[in-house]
């Protein structure tokens, strides 16, 4: 009896340092992450510009998104065009850093602390940069481009050109955060792996695709979750500090056009019901990334 009353004391003491440790960040996340999305949900109903009181719509914000909003082709077209044009990008080329620091190629060591500047560079800091690189009169990409006779581009004000400058913007910002997860799955593959394959007369390129890519699948599934998500609902300062969605909306993707709606024209219930679109949208992708993962993903 005395064992088990013991066992029940220690039991409650546990129960008791768990509420102590994590009761601050339950009561935080109610209050700034759960009210907050609860109430959004409620706004998404309505039609409240926070002047005139509320007034009920129903689905009508929902409506107006597919039926009614003329920008909704070129804000989904622009979305679409920007996350699947980085993503591959994304992936691939820190993959491919991440391979040569593994090896130990010369100047891994310099590499090493370059590739982390964009990891600690603020986004708004690091677009603004890059808005002065893109510059059309002084900037640094038209200075070299020019160089070599080629005209001046208005990289970020011409149409055809503002998705893909952005595009890359994402993947520089993106690829640090990458290189670091792959390079620990790469550490974790056996040596012995590498070795066997060396005897059977493997080169380089089936050894990285008979040995390394089966095994760092895991990791890449991990980060195509996080970086889609990402491009998805994190590129806002960017949007926002380099374009604001110019040329004629050329740049307008979902998220900025959500904190606009929002925080420029105060269509609070448009705005809240197109977050519940991008919330919906976001989980989708992410539940067929997870559905075809079956087929490709070696655990």
């Not at 808005?131 to 001046?152: E, H, S």
Request: glycine share 8%; aromatic share 16%.
């Amino acid at each position: 009896m005395r064992t088990a009353a013991s066992k029940s004391a220690l039991h409650r003491r546990d129960w008791l340092w768990a509420l102590l440790f994590l009761g601050p960040n339950v009561v935080l996340f109610l209050c700034f992450t759960f009210a907050p999305m609860l109430f959004g949900l409620g706004v998404s109903f309505f039609s409240w510009n926070m002047i005139e009181p509320p007034r009920f719509v129903a689905l009508g914000n929902y409506l107006q998104f597919f039926t009614g909003d003329p920008l909704t082709g070129k804000v989904v077209g622009n979305s679409a065009y920007f996350v699947l044009g980085a993503l591959p990008a994304s992936i691939l080329i820190p993959l491919g850093l991440a391979v040569l620091l593994d090896k130990g190629v010369k100047g891994t060591g310099l590499f090493r602390s370059i590739y982390f500047l964009p990891l600690v560079a603020s986004a708004v800091a690091a677009s603004t940069i890059f808005k002065w690189v893109y510059a059309k009169d002084f900037g640094v990409l038209n200075q070299v481009t020019g160089i070599f006779g080629i005209p001046r581009q208005d990289w970020l004000f011409d149409e055809r050109l503002v998705i893909p400058s952005l595009i890359v913007v994402a993947v520089w910002q993106r690829i640090p955060l990458n290189i670091i997860l792959y390079l620990a799955a790469l550490q974790g593959v056996p040596r012995q792996l590498y070795e066997a394959a060396r005897i059977d007369g493997a080169g380089a390129w089936s050894q990285f695709r008979h040995v390394t890519w089966p095994m760092v699948t895991p990791t890449t599934f991990f980060v195509l979750v996080i970086t889609s998500i990402n491009l998805m609902i994190g590129s806002f300062d960017m949007i926002n500090v380099m374009t604001q969605g110019n040329p004629l909306n050329a740049s307008n993707i979902l998220v900025f056009n959500i904190w606009r709606t929002a925080f420029v024209y105060f269509q609070m219930g448009y705005a809240s019901a197109m977050a519940y679109i991008l919330f919906l949208v976001v989980l989708a992708f992410t539940a067929v990334q997870f559905v075809l993962q079956r087929r490709w993903v070696h655990y």
